[in-house]
């Protein structure tokens, strides 16, 4: 049997530009899973750097890491900053009968 070694992925490491960032984000909020959107908003905070987030958000990095990790549950009032800091947009969209 072989001896492997196993390397953690990040997934920031992979989100280099607006675009991968989009369909990062698209893709977590087609789940509906407010959980796993807090986590992928933290994804790419950390992407785009935490340090210039937290600035920006007047949020400090320890509460942007624990408010957007796997167990977080950031307010909405912390989440609208955050988007907002990444340059995300919502948008709505009323579905046709």
Avoid: W
């Avoid at 992407?47 to 942007?64: F, H, I, N, P, W």
Wanted: no cysteine.
């Amino acid at each position: 049997m072989r001896n492997s070694e196993f390397t953690t992925y990040d997934p920031a490491e992979a989100l280099v530009d607006d675009e991968e960032i989009a369909f990062f984000i698209a893709d977590a909020l087609e789940t509906g899973d407010a959980a796993y959107i807090a986590k992928a908003l933290g994804v790419v905070a950390r992407a785009k750097g935490m340090t210039d987030v937290a600035t920006e958000t007047g949020l400090s990095r320890e509460q942007l890491y624990r408010s957007f990790s796997e167990e977080g549950n950031p307010t909405l009032k912390s989440t609208l900053a955050v988007m907002k800091a990444l340059g995300i947009e919502l948008t709505t969209k009323i579905p046709h009968s």
